[in-house]
């Protein structure tokens, strides 16, 4: 939701390269009284009202249908059992290697997981040791419980998160 951006773009009169010069004099031609080629009413010429690609496609979504879109999806991936709920966040020291030896040891023990291409660990503030670990980690993405939205959660394949996290999210 909200991905979608404005491509359109027409030229105006004064973005057309064309010379600037009046296209005929003021009086005694027979013709009406014109500027210069770029004004809409020639061919060639700006256009008049086209869309300038500045056009805002976003839609807001109230605090209530946010929380209720993202308890569902959570709750879709509890039922397909995509979702894993672990404390080993507060003794994981902040190195790469430990968050590839989690990772692994949990793949071991979930079927769900080891089949799984895109792996969402979710966060808080708080765990940066759990940032620092998992930030270099192949097929890992980190999501903050500030910034979570459904897009990034349908993105994944199976979810992890800690206890605090759960917290937070209620």
Do not use: C
Request: hydrophobic share 35%; no cysteine.
């Amino acid at each position: 939701m909200n991905q979608r951006s404005s491509y359109a773009k027409t030229k105006t009169r004064s973005e057309v390269n064309a010379t600037r010069k009046k296209v005929w004099r003021q009086k005694g031609t027979g013709n009406a009284r014109h500027g210069n080629r770029t004004a809409p009413i020639f061919v060639g010429g700006g256009v008049a009202m086209g869309p300038d690609g500045q056009q805002n496609y976003s839609l807001k979504l109230t605090k209530k249908m946010r929380r209720l879109a993202i308890r569902g999806v959570l709750t879709k991936f509890a039922k397909e059992n995509r979702i894993l709920i672990i404390d080993k966040f507060k003794e994981l020291t902040p190195k790469t290697k430990e968050g590839i030896k989690l990772i692994t040891g949990l793949k071991t023990v979930n079927k769900v997981l080891s089949e799984s291409q895109k792996i969402g660990i979710i966060t808080t503030k708080s765990l940066s040791n759990v940032k620092r670990a998992f930030s270099n980690v192949s097929k890992t993405s980190l999501l903050s419980t500030k910034s979570l939205n459904i897009y990034d959660l349908l993105n994944q394949n199976f979810l992890i998160l800690s206890q605090k996290t759960i917290k937070n999210l209620k």
